[in-house]
């Protein structure tokens, strides 16, 4: 009995010392892994659902049914620093009116998307222009803005691939980063769009927005949500150039009062209205 156990413990170190051996030629390759590997940026799996559930909150985080706003801009540039006062009047997301009415010298410019048409109007030559697409990407009234992100004219979930690029802690909050590259085949003013979102309250914290050649242009950093008429946004939009020859440079969009249940008719979204002060 005795001579059988120490045949069978025999066998298992032999066994044992045979695995090490086939193991050992393996080890360095491991440990490389354990090393290397584990620096890798970590890849997530998308989670679709709630992609959807973000990117649709903030493609209709302005837009309401009906509403009205009053809100204000402070431009500061290298050359220049100018403040405005808006009204603003929106009906889902195709109809929309942005009208000046400070300072006086501006009083009374209007931009309104009407459908797919962008019109811009200048009292002060009385004139009417149509925006075509080229000039979607061009500043809005001198600020860091464009004419594409006052109208609203970009539809993520329509032009873009999205994917998470990140999960993270940022000051105690759940932070999601989702990346948007544009789809192919489909004209889109930018290439990628890289967006940071509180998970829990769905608000956006950040987007970085890339031209067609990949270089960062401009930081959009939303601030200070607030509940307007029973829905929460951001109160303040910051638009940081990135490019080097702006540095220092920003525009700030502060909106002052929202009202989600104005009463208003479809009237305020023609051409007629739009020179009308």
Known sequence: MLDSSFLLLGALIMSIHHFSCRFAKYLPFFLAYCVLGTQ???????????????????????????????????????????????????KGADHSLVRITYPPKEKGVSTLKAGKDVYNYVPKIARTTKITDALLSQSWMGSHFTNSDLMRTVSIRKEYDIRVADKKKKDGVEVWVLECNAKPNIPTLYKKLVIQFNRKNRMPLEQKVYDKSNSLLRTFTYLDVKDYSGKNVPSRVRVTPEIADQKGEFTEVLYTKIDRHKKFGDDVFSLSNLTEL
Do not use: C, H
Request: negative net charge; without cysteine; aromatic residues 14%.
């Open 40 to 90: 890798s940026k970590p890849v997530y799996a998308d989670d679709k659902s709630e992609i959807n559930e973000l990117i649709e909150s903030f493609d209709n985080l302005w837009i309401d049914k009906q509403s009205y706003a009053e809100l204000d801009m402070k431009v500061k540039t290298s050359n220049y620093e100018r403040d405005l006062r808006m009204m603003y009047w929106g």
